[in-house]
Nanobody
Framework: VQLQASGGGLMQAWDSPRLSCAASGRTFSTYPMAWFRQAPGKEREFVAAMEWTGSPYYADSVKGRFTISRDNAKNTVDLQMNILEPEDTAVYFC?????????????????????WGQGTQVTVSS
């Protein structure tokens, strides 16, 4: 199983990058998929997740600025990023679970995810 993330780079605050993650090796069409990020010297933190039904969950820090979406037929999950802030600078990781979640907390917890992409760097210039 592989998750391949792309779309990062050096951004300005007014940019609107879209991160994409394509999964291969198995289908996640009925399982949770998510984005986490890790800034230098900090722990990996939850950004956004989506149930297979399309219900999204967001960290408070990105709510109203980022939008998660998924295409179950293509086995992909994307993250549309708007109104960037320097604090958004981090390596962004996509993640997928092989089991279903039943609480919002589970969607937000990195240890519940079984598969991870390699990460894509997003640097927001201040």
């Amino acid at each position: 199983v592989q998750l391949q993330a792309s779309g990062g780079g050096l951004m300005q605050a007014w940019d609107s990058p879209r991160l994409s993650c394509a999964a291969s090796g198995r289908t996640f069409s009925t399982y949770p998929m998510a984005w986490f990020r890790q800034a230098p010297g900090k722990e990996r933190e939850f950004v956004a997740a989506m149930e297979w039904t399309g219900s999204p969950y967001y960290a408070d820090s990105v709510k109203g600025r980022f939008t998660i979406s998924r295409d179950n037929a293509k086995n992909t999950v994307d993250l549309q990023m708007n109104i960037l802030e320097p604090e958004d600078t981090a390596v962004y990781f996509c993640a997928a679970s092989a089991t279903k979640f039943y609480t919002i907390k589970a969607y937000q917890t990195k240890t519940y995810y079984d598969y991870w992409g390699q990460g894509t760097q997003v640097t927001v210039s201040s």
